[in-house]
Protein backbone atom coordinates (compact mmCIF):
# COMPACT_ATOMS: atom_id res chain seq x y z
CA UNK A 1 0.00 0.00 0.00
CA UNK A 2 1.17 3.20 -0.85
CA UNK A 3 1.68 5.44 2.11
CA UNK A 4 1.88 8.78 0.68
CA UNK A 5 1.95 10.44 -2.22
CA UNK A 6 5.09 12.20 -3.69
CA UNK A 7 6.82 14.43 -5.95
CA UNK A 8 10.00 16.20 -6.29
CA UNK A 9 9.26 19.63 -4.40
CA UNK A 10 10.43 22.92 -5.33
CA UNK A 11 11.86 22.05 -8.91
CA UNK A 12 8.48 23.97 -11.00
CA UNK A 13 10.58 25.66 -13.25
CA UNK A 14 12.42 23.14 -14.25
CA UNK A 15 9.53 21.03 -14.65
CA UNK A 16 8.00 23.63 -17.37
CA UNK A 17 8.00 21.75 -20.51
CA UNK A 18 9.68 24.41 -22.09
CA UNK A 19 12.59 23.73 -19.99
CA UNK A 20 11.95 20.16 -19.86
CA UNK A 21 12.78 19.85 -23.45
CA UNK A 22 16.07 22.09 -23.36
CA UNK A 23 17.38 19.77 -20.35
CA UNK A 24 16.62 16.86 -22.80
CA UNK A 25 18.65 18.79 -25.41
CA UNK A 26 21.26 19.36 -22.97
CA UNK A 27 21.12 15.51 -21.64
CA UNK A 28 21.28 14.20 -25.15
CA UNK A 29 24.43 16.52 -25.79
CA UNK A 30 25.74 14.73 -22.42
CA UNK A 31 25.19 11.15 -22.80
CA UNK A 32 27.42 8.41 -21.32
CA UNK A 33 29.14 11.24 -19.19
CA UNK A 34 30.03 10.67 -15.83
CA UNK A 35 27.98 11.66 -13.39
CA UNK A 36 30.62 12.30 -10.21
CA UNK A 37 32.45 15.12 -9.32
CA UNK A 38 34.88 14.43 -11.79
CA UNK A 39 32.04 15.14 -14.14
CA UNK A 40 30.45 17.36 -12.81
CA UNK A 41 32.17 20.76 -14.53
CA UNK A 42 31.09 19.22 -17.84
CA UNK A 43 27.18 18.50 -17.07
CA UNK A 44 26.44 21.53 -14.97
CA UNK A 45 28.30 23.57 -17.95
CA UNK A 46 25.98 21.85 -20.62
CA UNK A 47 22.74 22.36 -19.04
CA UNK A 48 23.33 26.03 -16.94
CA UNK A 49 24.16 27.02 -21.14
CA UNK A 50 21.61 24.87 -22.50
CA UNK A 51 18.84 26.17 -20.09
CA UNK A 52 19.88 29.46 -18.75
CA UNK A 53 18.63 27.84 -15.65
CA UNK A 54 21.06 27.70 -12.47
CA UNK A 55 20.69 24.40 -11.48
CA UNK A 56 21.91 25.72 -7.67
CA UNK A 57 23.28 25.46 -5.46
CA UNK A 58 26.93 24.34 -6.82
CA UNK A 59 28.28 22.83 -3.08
CA UNK A 60 27.00 19.22 -4.49
CA UNK A 61 27.13 18.09 -7.88
CA UNK A 62 24.16 18.72 -9.80
CA UNK A 63 22.81 15.36 -10.74
CA UNK A 64 22.66 15.05 -6.73
CA UNK A 65 20.05 17.63 -6.39
CA UNK A 66 18.57 17.32 -10.25
CA UNK A 67 18.42 13.35 -10.78
CA UNK A 68 15.13 13.58 -9.35
CA UNK A 69 13.50 16.24 -11.86
CA UNK A 70 15.04 14.03 -14.59
CA UNK A 71 14.10 10.77 -13.01
CA UNK A 72 10.40 12.23 -12.44
CA UNK A 73 9.67 13.27 -15.67
CA UNK A 74 11.15 9.84 -16.99
CA UNK A 75 13.90 11.65 -19.27
CA UNK A 76 17.15 10.20 -17.87
CA UNK A 77 18.88 8.04 -15.50
CA UNK A 78 22.06 6.91 -14.39
CA UNK A 79 24.01 3.01 -15.30
CA UNK A 80 27.36 2.46 -13.24
CA UNK A 81 28.02 6.14 -13.20
CA UNK A 82 27.30 7.37 -16.65
CA UNK A 83 24.29 8.92 -17.42
CA UNK A 84 21.73 8.01 -19.66
CA UNK A 85 18.76 9.75 -21.63
CA UNK A 86 15.53 7.41 -22.31
CA UNK A 87 14.53 7.03 -25.62
CA UNK A 88 11.04 9.55 -24.69
CA UNK A 89 14.12 12.19 -23.33
CA UNK A 90 15.00 11.51 -26.83
CA UNK A 91 12.12 12.36 -28.43
CA UNK A 92 11.63 15.68 -26.65
CA UNK A 93 15.26 16.58 -27.95
CA UNK A 94 14.13 16.74 -31.35
CA UNK A 95 16.70 13.66 -32.18
CA UNK A 96 15.66 12.32 -35.76
CA UNK A 97 13.38 15.62 -36.13
CA UNK A 98 10.33 13.50 -34.53
CA UNK A 99 9.98 16.26 -31.89
CA UNK A 100 7.03 15.95 -29.53
CA UNK A 101 4.25 18.30 -28.46
CA UNK A 102 3.34 18.89 -24.89
CA UNK A 103 -0.30 16.91 -25.18
CA UNK A 104 1.79 14.08 -26.90
CA UNK A 105 4.36 14.07 -24.05
CA UNK A 106 1.81 13.78 -21.31
CA UNK A 107 -0.53 11.43 -23.05
CA UNK A 108 3.28 8.89 -22.78
CA UNK A 109 3.75 10.45 -19.32
CA UNK A 110 0.31 9.83 -17.42
CA UNK A 111 0.04 5.70 -17.70
CA UNK A 112 3.43 5.67 -16.78
CA UNK A 113 3.79 7.18 -13.57
CA UNK A 114 3.39 5.59 -10.53
CA UNK A 115 3.75 5.25 -6.67
CA UNK A 116 6.13 4.51 -5.10
CA UNK A 117 8.25 5.81 -7.92
CA UNK A 118 11.47 4.46 -8.97
CA UNK A 119 12.87 8.03 -8.69
CA UNK A 120 12.36 7.80 -5.30
CA UNK A 121 14.61 5.88 -2.41
CA UNK A 122 11.74 3.97 -1.62
CA UNK A 123 10.93 1.96 -4.76
CA UNK A 124 10.39 -1.84 -4.68
CA UNK A 125 9.60 -3.99 -7.49
CA UNK A 126 7.13 -5.77 -5.77
CA UNK A 127 4.88 -2.54 -3.79
CA UNK A 128 0.92 -2.02 -5.23
CA UNK A 129 0.99 0.51 -7.42
CA UNK A 130 -0.97 4.17 -7.90
CA UNK A 131 -1.20 5.77 -10.66
CA UNK A 132 -1.97 9.08 -9.22
CA UNK A 133 -2.76 11.40 -12.63
CA UNK A 134 -4.90 8.03 -13.97
CA UNK A 135 -6.51 8.54 -11.01
CA UNK A 136 -7.11 11.92 -10.70
CA UNK A 137 -8.01 12.20 -14.48
CA UNK A 138 -10.69 8.84 -14.34
CA UNK A 139 -12.41 10.97 -11.61
CA UNK A 140 -12.50 14.62 -13.80
CA UNK A 141 -13.65 12.42 -16.63
CA UNK A 142 -16.39 10.91 -15.14
CA UNK A 143 -17.40 14.13 -13.34
CA UNK A 144 -17.33 15.51 -16.63
CA UNK A 145 -19.46 13.26 -18.62
CA UNK A 146 -21.99 13.36 -15.98
CA UNK A 147 -22.19 17.64 -15.83
CA UNK A 148 -20.52 18.60 -18.72
CA UNK A 149 -17.13 20.15 -16.51
CA UNK A 150 -15.25 19.20 -13.85
CA UNK A 151 -12.43 20.53 -11.43
CA UNK A 152 -10.98 19.11 -8.35
CA UNK A 153 -9.80 20.94 -5.46
CA UNK A 154 -6.43 20.21 -4.05
CA UNK A 155 -8.35 19.03 -0.37
CA UNK A 156 -10.37 16.74 -2.70
CA UNK A 157 -7.44 15.13 -4.07
CA UNK A 158 -6.75 13.86 -0.78
CA UNK A 159 -10.58 13.34 0.53
CA UNK A 160 -11.55 11.45 -2.41
CA UNK A 161 -8.72 10.33 -4.35
CA UNK A 162 -5.64 9.53 -1.21
CA UNK A 163 -7.92 8.65 1.19
CA UNK A 164 -9.96 6.22 -1.16
CA UNK A 165 -6.87 4.36 -1.74
CA UNK A 166 -7.59 4.93 -5.56
CA UNK A 167 -4.81 3.23 -7.63
CA UNK A 168 -5.68 4.35 -10.96
CA UNK A 169 -6.22 0.80 -12.19
CA UNK A 170 -10.48 1.25 -11.28
CA UNK A 171 -13.28 1.92 -14.08
CA UNK A 172 -14.46 4.94 -14.36
CA UNK A 173 -17.59 4.19 -12.51
CA UNK A 174 -15.74 3.40 -9.41
CA UNK A 175 -14.93 7.41 -9.26
CA UNK A 176 -18.50 8.33 -9.93
CA UNK A 177 -19.54 7.65 -6.04
CA UNK A 178 -16.52 8.30 -4.36
CA UNK A 179 -17.63 9.48 -0.84
CA UNK A 180 -14.74 11.79 1.20
CA UNK A 181 -13.12 10.37 3.13
CA UNK A 182 -10.81 12.27 6.44
CA UNK A 183 -7.05 12.03 5.11
CA UNK A 184 -4.82 14.93 6.07
CA UNK A 185 -1.56 15.49 4.12
CA UNK A 186 1.27 13.97 5.75
CA UNK A 187 4.37 16.18 6.15
CA UNK A 188 5.09 17.91 2.61
CA UNK A 189 2.64 16.03 0.65
CA UNK A 190 0.55 18.65 0.19
CA UNK A 191 3.01 20.99 -1.73
CA UNK A 192 4.19 17.52 -3.62
CA UNK A 193 0.64 16.77 -4.49
CA UNK A 194 -0.01 20.35 -5.67
CA UNK A 195 2.99 20.44 -7.68
CA UNK A 196 2.76 17.10 -9.57
CA UNK A 197 -0.45 18.20 -10.64
CA UNK A 198 0.50 21.84 -11.76
CA UNK A 199 2.99 20.26 -13.92
CA UNK A 200 0.46 17.93 -15.42
CA UNK A 201 -1.61 20.72 -16.13
CA UNK A 202 0.12 21.72 -18.48
CA UNK A 203 -1.60 19.47 -21.32
CA UNK A 204 -3.65 22.44 -23.50
CA UNK A 205 -6.48 20.58 -21.98
CA UNK A 206 -5.91 20.94 -17.97
CA UNK A 207 -5.91 24.09 -16.22
CA UNK A 208 -4.13 25.11 -12.48
CA UNK A 209 -5.85 27.98 -11.17
CA UNK A 210 -7.86 28.75 -7.58
CA UNK A 211 -6.29 25.74 -6.08
CA UNK A 212 -8.20 23.47 -8.54
CA UNK A 213 -7.29 21.31 -11.91
CA UNK A 214 -9.99 22.25 -13.90
CA UNK A 215 -10.47 19.89 -17.16
CA UNK A 216 -10.75 22.48 -20.11
CA UNK A 217 -12.91 20.30 -22.41
CA UNK A 218 -16.41 20.56 -23.54
CA UNK A 219 -18.50 17.73 -24.43
CA UNK A 220 -17.95 17.78 -28.24
CA UNK A 221 -14.21 17.07 -27.53
CA UNK A 222 -14.85 13.44 -26.15
CA UNK A 223 -15.55 11.66 -29.36
CA UNK A 224 -14.31 8.59 -28.42
CA UNK A 225 -14.84 7.41 -24.78
CA UNK A 226 -12.22 4.75 -25.96
CA UNK A 227 -9.44 6.82 -26.71
CA UNK A 228 -9.92 8.27 -23.51
CA UNK A 229 -10.24 5.36 -21.53
CA UNK A 230 -7.23 3.87 -23.25
CA UNK A 231 -5.07 7.18 -22.57
CA UNK A 232 -5.82 6.95 -18.52
CA UNK A 233 -5.38 2.89 -18.48
CA UNK A 234 -2.01 2.62 -16.40
CA UNK A 235 0.47 1.10 -18.11
CA UNK A 236 1.25 -2.33 -16.39
CA UNK A 237 4.56 -3.22 -17.14
CA UNK A 238 7.05 -5.73 -15.83
CA UNK A 239 9.16 -4.10 -13.30
CA UNK A 240 12.82 -4.06 -13.39
CA UNK A 241 15.00 -4.62 -10.35
CA UNK A 242 16.82 -1.40 -9.96
CA UNK A 243 15.20 2.55 -9.83
CA UNK A 244 17.58 3.21 -12.87
CA UNK A 245 16.79 0.27 -15.33
CA UNK A 246 12.87 0.94 -14.07
CA UNK A 247 13.02 4.95 -15.42
CA UNK A 248 14.96 3.28 -18.76
CA UNK A 249 12.26 1.03 -19.10
CA UNK A 250 9.25 3.38 -18.33
CA UNK A 251 10.93 5.84 -20.93
CA UNK A 252 11.15 3.99 -23.68
CA UNK A 253 8.67 4.77 -26.46
CA UNK A 254 7.75 1.22 -28.22
CA UNK A 255 4.20 2.24 -30.10
CA UNK A 256 3.63 5.72 -32.05
CA UNK A 257 2.37 8.07 -29.37
CA UNK A 258 -1.01 9.05 -29.45
CA UNK A 259 -2.94 12.17 -28.42
CA UNK A 260 -6.81 11.24 -26.78
CA UNK A 261 -8.12 14.46 -28.00
CA UNK A 262 -8.50 16.06 -31.71
CA UNK A 263 -9.58 19.02 -30.01
CA UNK A 264 -11.71 19.99 -33.35
CA UNK A 265 -13.79 22.32 -31.54
CA UNK A 266 -11.10 24.38 -31.12
CA UNK A 267 -10.13 24.63 -35.16
CA UNK A 268 -12.35 26.74 -37.66
CA UNK A 269 -11.76 26.32 -41.29
CA UNK A 270 -9.72 29.78 -41.84
CA UNK A 271 -6.93 28.65 -39.56
CA UNK A 272 -5.34 26.78 -42.83
CA UNK A 273 -4.29 29.81 -43.81
CA UNK A 274 -1.55 30.55 -40.85
CA UNK A 275 -1.05 26.96 -39.92
CA UNK A 276 -0.83 25.03 -43.46
CA UNK A 277 -1.26 21.99 -41.67
CA UNK A 278 2.22 21.99 -40.21
CA UNK A 279 1.97 20.67 -35.90
CA UNK A 280 3.55 23.51 -34.20
CA UNK A 281 1.13 26.26 -35.89
CA UNK A 282 -2.33 23.89 -34.77
CA UNK A 283 -0.94 23.52 -31.56
CA UNK A 284 -0.35 27.29 -31.20
CA UNK A 285 -4.10 27.53 -31.97
CA UNK A 286 -5.03 24.48 -29.77
CA UNK A 287 -3.50 26.20 -26.59
CA UNK A 288 -4.92 29.92 -27.16
CA UNK A 289 -8.14 28.58 -28.32
CA UNK A 290 -8.34 27.23 -24.82
CA UNK A 291 -12.31 27.99 -23.18
CA UNK A 292 -10.41 28.49 -19.59
CA UNK A 293 -7.47 30.32 -20.54
CA UNK A 294 -9.75 32.73 -22.04
CA UNK A 295 -11.77 32.57 -18.78
CA UNK A 296 -8.76 32.88 -16.62
CA UNK A 297 -7.52 36.11 -18.98
CA UNK A 298 -10.52 38.26 -19.00
CA UNK A 299 -11.23 37.79 -15.22
CA UNK A 300 -8.08 39.58 -14.59
CA UNK A 301 -8.19 41.94 -17.50
CA UNK A 302 -11.89 43.00 -18.03
CA UNK A 303 -11.13 45.17 -20.11
CA UNK A 304 -11.68 44.66 -24.03
CA UNK A 305 -8.80 46.74 -25.22
CA UNK A 306 -6.41 44.97 -27.84
CA UNK A 307 -2.70 45.04 -27.21
CA UNK A 308 -1.93 45.99 -30.69
CA UNK A 309 -3.80 48.47 -32.22
CA UNK A 310 -5.10 49.29 -28.29
CA UNK A 311 -8.71 49.68 -29.44
CA UNK A 312 -11.71 49.40 -27.08
CA UNK A 313 -13.72 47.00 -28.11
CA UNK A 314 -16.76 47.57 -26.66
CA UNK A 315 -16.49 51.58 -27.53
CA UNK A 316 -16.45 50.70 -31.37
CA UNK A 317 -18.81 47.97 -31.67
CA UNK A 318 -21.10 49.16 -28.18
CA UNK A 319 -23.42 45.87 -29.01
CA UNK A 320 -20.52 43.57 -28.35
CA UNK A 321 -19.45 42.55 -24.18
CA UNK A 322 -16.05 41.03 -24.96
CA UNK A 323 -14.80 40.03 -28.87
CA UNK A 324 -10.76 39.67 -27.69
CA UNK A 325 -9.48 37.19 -28.72
CA UNK A 326 -6.00 35.71 -26.38
CA UNK A 327 -2.68 35.13 -28.23
CA UNK A 328 0.13 33.32 -26.51
CA UNK A 329 3.46 34.90 -26.99
CA UNK A 330 6.17 32.09 -26.66
CA UNK A 331 7.23 30.00 -28.76
CA UNK A 332 4.11 28.16 -30.96
CA UNK A 333 5.14 24.52 -29.42
CA UNK A 334 5.33 25.78 -26.30
CA UNK A 335 2.98 25.19 -23.27
CA UNK A 336 1.86 27.98 -21.13
CA UNK A 337 3.88 28.75 -18.65
CA UNK A 338 3.22 27.66 -15.17
CA UNK A 339 3.89 28.83 -11.71
CA UNK A 340 3.68 27.93 -8.08
CA UNK A 341 0.26 29.53 -8.61
CA UNK A 342 -0.98 27.21 -11.48
CA UNK A 343 -1.87 28.37 -15.04
CA UNK A 344 -0.06 31.89 -15.08
CA UNK A 345 -1.11 34.78 -17.80
CA UNK A 346 1.99 36.50 -18.09
CA UNK A 347 2.82 35.33 -21.73
CA UNK A 348 -0.93 35.73 -22.93
CA UNK A 349 -2.45 38.45 -24.56
CA UNK A 350 -6.01 39.93 -25.90
CA UNK A 351 -5.65 41.14 -29.06
CA UNK A 352 -9.19 42.19 -31.36
CA UNK A 353 -9.62 39.28 -34.23
CA UNK A 354 -8.10 41.37 -37.07
CA UNK A 355 -4.79 42.08 -34.82
CA UNK A 356 -4.98 38.50 -34.29
CA UNK A 357 -5.26 37.46 -37.99
CA UNK A 358 -2.63 39.32 -38.72
CA UNK A 359 0.29 38.95 -36.13
CA UNK A 360 -0.14 35.67 -37.73
CA UNK A 361 0.22 36.28 -41.04
CA UNK A 362 3.47 38.22 -39.81
CA UNK A 363 4.80 35.27 -38.01
CA UNK A 364 4.23 32.92 -40.73
CA UNK A 365 6.15 35.48 -43.21
CA UNK A 366 9.01 35.42 -40.76
CA UNK A 367 9.65 31.81 -40.53
CA UNK A 368 9.59 31.78 -44.14
CA UNK A 369 12.48 34.05 -44.35
CA UNK A 370 14.40 32.70 -41.91
CA UNK A 371 13.71 29.25 -43.08
CA UNK A 372 12.31 28.11 -39.37
CA UNK A 373 9.05 26.23 -38.35
CA UNK A 374 9.14 28.42 -35.36
CA UNK A 375 11.07 30.93 -32.74
CA UNK A 376 14.17 29.48 -31.01
CA UNK A 377 13.11 31.05 -27.69
CA UNK A 378 10.81 32.90 -25.65
CA UNK A 379 12.80 36.17 -26.33
CA UNK A 380 12.98 35.37 -30.50
CA UNK A 381 8.96 35.15 -30.00
CA UNK A 382 8.12 38.04 -28.17
CA UNK A 383 10.75 40.36 -30.04
CA UNK A 384 9.16 39.39 -33.20
CA UNK A 385 5.46 40.00 -31.50
CA UNK A 386 7.14 43.50 -30.74
CA UNK A 387 7.91 44.00 -34.57
CA UNK A 388 4.51 42.78 -35.48
CA UNK A 389 2.71 45.84 -33.43
CA UNK A 390 5.37 48.16 -34.42
CA UNK A 391 5.19 48.11 -37.93
CA UNK A 392 1.27 48.55 -37.77
CA UNK A 393 0.07 51.54 -39.16
CA UNK A 394 -2.22 53.20 -36.66
ZN1 LIG B 1 -6.32 45.19 -32.69
ZN1 LIG C 1 -2.25 33.58 -31.66
Known amino acids: MVKRWRWDQGRLTYFRFENI ?14 IGRDGDPFIREVLTSRTGLSFAPTTYTLWRNYARVFACALIATQLDGNLRVTDIG ?24 YL ?17 LCAVLKYLFAQLLEHGEALIELSQVFSLIIGNNCNGCEPLEHYRALKMVERLPIGDEERQVR ?5 ASQMSWL ?4 GALIIDLVRDDLQSIEDLLGFVEPLQNHRSPTQQQEILALGRVTAEIKEPFSLATREIPEDILFTEARKVRVTHLRTERSPQLRRLYFSRNPLPVCDMCTCDMRQRYPWTSNILEVHHLLPLSSAITITGAGTSIEDVVGLCPNCHRSVHVYYKQWFE ?15 VYQLAKEAIRL
Open 116 to 132: PSPAFQDYTPSDNRVFP
Open 90 to 113: QRLAGVDSSEIDVDEYFSFWIPRF
Open 369 to 383: RNLVDDFSSKDEAKE
Open 207 to 210: KWYS
Open 21 to 34: KKICEGLVELEGSN
Open 195 to 199: EMLIF
